[in-house]
């Protein structure tokens, strides 16, 4: 049975940086592309971040681009997000995914097949 679990989040004052991870196991995590998106009250769930299987390929979305980091440890089935700069309009519910397939870059919650339950991040101004 696979299991995403994510962790890390929390409140923080504009300005402020949080680090969240995600363990994946059930899976053999080397096998699959792995993505971060985030899902505010009232709007849809947009993607953030990905980054490929060995992690040699990553990208994000605009908003968070120069601020944000995605980063992999495969020996540890361990994603991370880190996050710097945080604005209050980053408050969001955030989830990890994982896709074996190749559009993963595309960052489409509809490729994605295994999520995380997902971690709450709150940014006061």
């Known amino acids: 049975q696979v299991q995403v679990v994510e962790s890390g989040g929390g409140l923080v004052q504009a300005g402020g940086s949080l680090r969240l991870s995600c363990i994946v196991s059930g899976l053999t995590f080397d096998d699959y592309a792995m993505g971060w998106f985030r899902q505010a009250p009232g709007k849809e769930r947009e993607g953030v971040s990905y980054i490929s299987p060995n992690g040699g390929i990553s990208g994000y979305a605009a908003f968070v681009k120069g601020r944000f980091t995605i980063s992999r440890d495969n020996a540890k089935n361990t994603l991370y997000l880190e996050m710097n700069s945080l604005k209050p309009e980053d408050t969001a519910s955030y989830y990890c995914?994982?896709?074996?397939?190749?559009?993963?870059?595309?960052?489409?919650?509809?490729?994605?097949?295994?999520w995380g339950q997902g971690t709450q991040v709150t940014v006061s101004s």
């Open positions: 995914a994982a896709d074996r397939g190749t559009n993963y870059y595309m960052l489409s919650a509809r490729t994605y097949t295994y």
